[in-house]
């Protein structure tokens, strides 16, 4: 059974109670129950992380190369600031969603440009918390065809 390593960035602790009107209700409970239930439907695995640390995500990252066969990231405010959580994901080749609950897009220009982007097979912006399966499911399919 192939593993797929869910992680989540700074503030996403925070989901359900930080700015319910921006990123909802949905806690980091709920995401990580709604992409455990999704990978189990796709015969698939999850380790989680989360954390408001930079090196406690590059860590899991580099851990993920030995035991994982796919990486779904939140990368949270990192996505606009970490060139190491690039630089790690880039370095364990393996293939990468990234997710982002809100359209980062139709935010503040300084949430406009994501480092994580520009390395990702598949990146899901927008579709709230959803979009964790969104990218799982399309993991799953480039995981098969490998």
């Known amino acids: 059974m192939s593993t797929v ?3 989540n960035g700074p503030n996403l602790n925070l989901l359900g109670v930080r700015e319910p009107a921006i990123y909802g209700r949905d806690t980091l409970q709920d995401v990580e129950d709604l992409v455990r239930s999704t990978a189990g439907e796709l015969g698939l695995s999850v380790d989680a992380v989360q954390s408001n640390h930079e090196g406690v995500l590059v860590d899991a990252i580099h851990a993920a190369r030995d035991t994982c066969s ?3 990231i939140n990368p949270g405010a990192f996505s606009h600031t970490s060139v190491a959580i ?4 880039a370095g364990v080749d393996l ?3 990234e997710v982002h609950v809100t359209n980062i897009h139709r935010r503040e220009p300084f949430r406009h440009h994501s480092y994580v982007s520009g390395i990702a ?3 899901v912006v927008g579709a709230g918390v959803r979009g964790y399966e969104l990218a799982l499911r399309g993991l799953a399919d480039i995981i098969s065809a490998r």
């Open 86 to 89: 690039r630089d790690a994901l």
């Open 121 to 123: 097979e598949l990146v």
């Open 5 to 7: 390593l869910l992680v």
């Open 70 to 72: 796919a990486i779904v």
């Open 95 to 97: 293939p990468v969603a």
